[in-house]
């Protein structure tokens, strides 16, 4: 688990990624900070992780990389951690198409894709 520093192509960041997850790596974005932190078994690891960075709990929003999906279907904007009623997101799945954009800005900041 740690947050990203520098661009990572995805060939490094499958030979970090947990073992738990084939295919797969958990990512929580601070979209106010634009920094990620990934690798670890649950969004919550990785949001405390941020958090005891100097991130807000408003800014973190969690989801899955899939690293054999073609790059428009490698996110998945889905997290225990998305849950949240008072901003009008009641589900996992993250509603709003902004912070969709603002979470695949910090991905791709990082993330050197296919």
């Keep these: ?4 520093k520098k661009k990572i192509t995805e060939k490094e960041l499958a030979k970090k990624a947990e073992p738990l997850f084939k295919g797969m790596l958990k ?4 979209i106010h900070k634009k920094v990620i932190a990934i690798d670890a078994g649950m969004h919550a690891d990785l949001e405390q992780l941020l958090l005891e960075n100097g991130s807000k709990q408003l800014d973190l929003w969690g989801g899955n990389y899939y690293f054999d999906k073609p790059n428009d279907k490698n996110i998945i904007y889905e997290s225990l951690i998305n849950i949240r009623p008072a901003l009008g997101n009641r589900s996992m799945l993250v509603n709003s198409k902004k912070i969709k954009d603002q979470i695949k800005a910090v991905v791709d900041k990082f993330i050197s894709r296919k």
């Design 1 to 4: 688990m740690f947050i990203v």
């Design 27 to 30: 990512f929580v974005v601070d």
